[in-house]
């Protein structure tokens, strides 16, 4: 643990002392942004000295990493396009996430890559496979996950029963990895906050501190407050992913790096629909396909479109949601319908724009610019590359301090629950006996948690009612939810039942049934008064109500209206017009 000290929380006393810090000191490097690349930049430059400040305009990952596929892996469709270097890369972060980064949050998962041919396709697709399980060899990782292995059809029956027979004619099954990606956001942003980084959510860049040329800080508005407080800083990094020419523009509209918008969505159904022991990788038109295991459901996914719209809330159309359930349909003996939909959710991708008019065919790679003295920009990438992508951010930011500044050490720092994580679960017996909890109970806090789970069960011992599940959401105890207020910078109703947790996609009513038990919940440590909890459900309902509403429409456009007919949740301060 950093220096002695014990973990750090995100709770509201701490976001208050943060803001506090932010308007009296000057900082090395503030981070504008707190998604996964905000988060690990902000972590690389905590672990190598610098005094960090990060910025989040809403909650911690609430644009594109928490709305991603979920899956930490190398990308077996760069394979095709020959970009072996961005795929080497990529798996070996994997390794590193899954056995020594943070491997109480990321885990491997199987897929099963049904093929459609007889003669020329095995032979391809195994020779696509056998390099991507080389190339995972190659890293000088272990790797972390078993090879591949070929399946004739009716051994790949005995896994996946749910495949209609006459849809393919063998398979191949390899292995990848998937993580909590809100979750590991917020651990990450944890971990930084344990090594010195002072963390505000709900805290928005309205403009640049500027001395001539160079750019000294950011104005930042608390939107819980109202107020406004210069952060001063020797270096800014723009880590804002589909937000990056927004920012550019605060600047000046002076930015070398310019982002398009792909919407991808996806599609939870219980468990028990697809009967299956593995997942599933299916090859679309354009991509390819996911059926993805996620506890008690699956996730299906993704799309690739373009998209214009609102940035903050993509919606997901009847279109998008029928194109996702047409593929997946084209090799299940049984059918899903949309009566099968728990959830749906919608992200957006940033990718670094190019020639290409389709976003299925720009660049994942990543780019990191220095518009301006004092401001370093850094967009592109994947989820699984963020650490990679931070490092280059943070040289960046070196480069630009008149001082000498260590090389990153990521690599080697594991995240906050990751330490004797192993041994914990090995003795998850011996947890369920002495916390009166079940031991599934246990399993699934050591997956969320890691070794935080003391301080999960230490407040079920102060308080024996937080022991029990919510009602309506049993995957989910109640200390979660307080747990989300007081350590993991959860602000309102909405953070906790769609990024904490994810009742609001893993539930048919989608998180509605839950929402008064969860937001009674929260009023304590948030300082909230009934008509605060009042407020909180309201703005929830309507949100889910939007979402719904706007999954009926058939377009883009339609769609977005809808969704944004429904107010931002900002209960605690109304600015006026």
């Known amino acids: 643990m950093a220096s002695g000290r014990g973990v750090a929380r995100l709770g509201p006393e701490e976001r208050a002392r943060a803001l506090e810090r932010m308007a009296a000191q000057e900082f090395d490097v503030v981070v504008v942004g707190g998604g996964v ?20 305009a809403r909650d911690f990952a609430s644009g594109t990493s928490s709305r991603s596929s979920k899956l930490i892996h190398g990308g077996l469709r760069y394979l095709e396009q020959l970009n072996f270097e961005l795929v080497r890369e990529a798996l070996r972060e994997r390794a590193l996430l899954l056995q020594r980064i943070a491997p109480h949050l990321v885990r491997p998962v199987p897929f099963l890559f049904p093929m459609t041919h007889y003669g020329w396709e095995r032979p391809y697709v195994g020779a696509g496979v056998a390099l991507y399980d080389t190339l995972g060899f190659a890293t000088g990782v272990a790797r972390g996950v078993p090879g591949h292995r070929h399946l004739s059809r009716s051994r790949a ?13 063998g398979a191949v099954q390899y292995w990848d990895a998937q993580v909590d990606d809100a979750r590991y956001v917020m651990t990450m942003l944890r971990t930084a906050a344990t090594y010195g980084a002072q963390i505000a959510p709900r805290a928005q860049v309205v403009g640049f501190l500027r001395e001539g040329e160079r750019v000294t ?8 407050s109202g107020e406004e407080l210069e952060v001063r800083a020797r270096q800014v990094v723009n880590a804002t992913g589909v937000w990056t020419d927004d920012i550019q523009e605060l600047v000046g509209g002076r930015g070398q790096i310019h982002v398009r918008a792909s919407k991808g969505i996806h599609l939870l159904v219980p468990r028990d629909r697809i009967h299956s022991l593995t997942g599933i990788i299916l090859r679309t038109e354009k991509s390819v396909l996911f059926v993805i295991p996620w506890g008690r459901h699956w996730i299906i996914g993704t799309t690739d479109t373009e998209w ?46 190019g020639e290409s008019d389709e ?10 610019a220095h518009p301006v003295p004092g401001l370093v920009m850094i967009a592109g990438g994947k989820y699984t590359t963020y650490r990679v992508m931070a490092q280059d951010a943070v040289d960046a930011v070196a480069h630009g301090l008149d001082q000498r500044v260590p090389r990153s050490c990521t690599d080697r720092v594991p995240l906050v629950g990751a330490a004797g994580y192993p041994a914990l679960w090995n003795t998850r017996h011996r947890l369920a006996r002495t916390s009166g909890l079940h031991v ?24 024996p009612s937080l022991g029990r599940p919510l009602s309506g959401a049993d995957d989910y105890l109640r200390a979660e939810i307080v747990y989300a207020a007081t350590h993991e910078g959860a602000r309102h109703l909405n953070d906790v039942l769609t990024r904490r947790t994810h009742i609001s996609i893993e539930t048919f009513h989608r998180g509605l049934a839950v929402a008064q038990e969860a937001a009674e919940l929260l009023a304590e440590p948030l300082g909230w008064d009934g008509e605060q909890v009042k407020r909180e459900v309201e703005y929830f309902t309507k949100r889910v109500e939007a979402e719904r509403r706007s999954q009926e429409q058939d377009s883009d456009q339609e769609a977005d209206a809808i969704r944004l007919g ?3 949740i900002v209960p605690v301060f109304v600015p006026e017009d």
């Not at 029956?157 to 004619?169: V, Y």
């Not at 976003?359 to 990191?368: D, F, W, Y």
């Open 217 to 224: 800080g950011v104005r930042v508005r608390d939107l819980e």
């Open 359 to 368: 976003t299925s065919k720009l660049s994942r790679e990543h780019v990191v």
């Open 308 to 353: 214009t719209l609102d940035k903050s809330h993509p919606a997901a159309s009847r279109v998008d949601i029928d194109y996702l359930l047409d593929h997946v349909n084209a090799v299940l003996s049984v059918p899903l319908t949309r009566d099968d939909v728990e959830g749906v959710y919608a992200g957006l991708r940033p990718l670094l724009s």
């Open 566 to 568: 429904a107010p931002e």
């Open 37 to 56: 690349v905000g988060a690990g930049t902000a972590l690389d430059a905590a672990t190598r000295g610098l005094d960090v400040a990060l910025v989040e």
């Open 157 to 169: 029956l005995r896994l996946a029963p749910a495949l209609k027979k006459a849809a393919f004619t």
């Open 440 to 463: 599934a109970r246990i399993e699934h806090l050591l997956q969320r948690y890691g070794s935080l789970i003391d301080e999960v069960l230490e407040l079920i011992e102060r308080d």
